[in-house]
């Protein structure tokens, strides 16, 4: 039964309704929607898919320690990579957590002196290959045609050359030429795979609406192609960098377990290696502490890897957007 109201007397609200003036009354909040969605930019769909990968955060994490430690360590260690101790070949104790070589050098500080020297090439060779690739696919990529063959065929002719063979030779002529040459010589053959991944995806990023858009507005080749066309090839870029720094950190190894690599009086991870070798049997603190070290590194960038590679996948469903 409907209430009435009787003349004169106002009538009551129901609980919850608004006012008659239907404005709430002063200091009441505004009532909020049911449902807000909030949009949320690449970078943080970007940065919430990684998160949500724990080994990829755990292993960076590691990483970062690692490099921390190679980069600080050594200055604050108590005994230097190059100085001699009394204690000879001595297995690990407290005074040497990873003994000493036959030298009298403590093994911990010499680590962290090849860790830094491993992991400055690492990302040298992935500073100049990355950007040599890059450069190079998005050439390719963007003009086609004869600008397209010419540098893939010479992209093609780089990556049918033995890698270590060249390494090797290239090495050795410059022998004493310090990491710096080390790196280059690394880069100069580690950019042809992300030059080939660039290569393809500006050939598929040219097509779209977007890119005949900013033609159509009078854009420039150069403008187009770092405006528009690098940006969206950033992730494939980014996971094949973390892929350049572990076979960079590999190649060194091989290198210098070969013996033109770092050289005396500096040294390396690999370096370390190649000398314990001779003494695993008898010192094995010597060989497994350094080849630890190179596995952890190795390990903890491709985990990374594959965890940004999950991240910047478009089909990828870890986290809602």
């Known amino acids: 039964m409907a209430e009435t109201t009787k003349p004169g007397q106002e009538a009551t609200p129901a609980p919850g309704a608004p006012p008659p003036g239907g404005a709430p009354p002063p200091g009441t909040a505004p009532a909020e929607r049911e449902f807000t969605v909030r949009s949320r930019s690449q970078a943080q769909l970007v940065t919430r898919r990684f998160l949500a990968h724990r080994l990829a955060v755990g292993s960076l994490i590691v990483f970062l320690a690692m490099v921390a430690l190679s980069l600080v360590g050594g200055r604050l260690w108590k005994y230097s990579y190059s100085e001699i101790t009394p ?11 990873m003994g000493t070589d036959s030298i009298g050098h403590d093994s911990f500080a010499q680590i962290l002196r090849g860790a830094q020297k491993s992991v400055q090439i690492a990302l040298l060779v992935a500073l100049f290959s990355v950007t040599l690739g890059t450069l190079i696919g998005a050439i390719a990529g963007y003009y086609r045609g004869v ?9 093609d002719v ?13 090495a050795g002529a410059f022998a004493g030429g ?22 393809a995806q500006f ?3 040219r097509e779209k609406e977007y890119v005949e ?6 854009a420039s080749d150069r403008r187009i192609i770092f405006k528009h066309l690098l940006p969206n090839t950033a992730g494939a870029i980014i996971v094949n960098a973390t892929i350049t720094i572990a076979v960079a950190i590999l190649a060194e190894t ?4 070969l013996g033109v690599g770092v050289t005396s009086p500096d040294t390396s991870l690999g370096k370390l290696v190649s000398e314990g070798q001779q003494a695993a049997q008898t010192r094995p603190w010597l060989f497994y502490f350094p080849g630890l070290f190179i596995i952890i590194i190795a390990l903890t960038i491709n985990f990374v890897g594959d965890g940004l590679r999950d991240a910047f996948d478009p089909q990828q ?4 957007a």
């Open 317 to 320: 469903r870890r986290v809602r």
């Open 213 to 218: 858009a900013a033609k159509a507005l009078g």
């Open 203 to 205: 050939l598929s990023l």
């Open 178 to 199: 310090g990491w710096f040459l080390v790196a280059v010589a690394i880069a100069a053959l580690a950019w042809t795979q992300l030059a080939r991944v660039v290569r």
């Open 147 to 155: 600008v397209d063959s010419l540098l893939m065929r010479f992209t």
């Open 158 to 170: 780089v990556l049918t050359i033995p890698g270590i063979a060249l390494l090797t030779v290239i």
């Open 254 to 257: 091989a290198l210098s377990f």
């Open 87 to 97: 204690e000879f070949s001595t297995p690990p104790s407290l005074q040497h957590p």
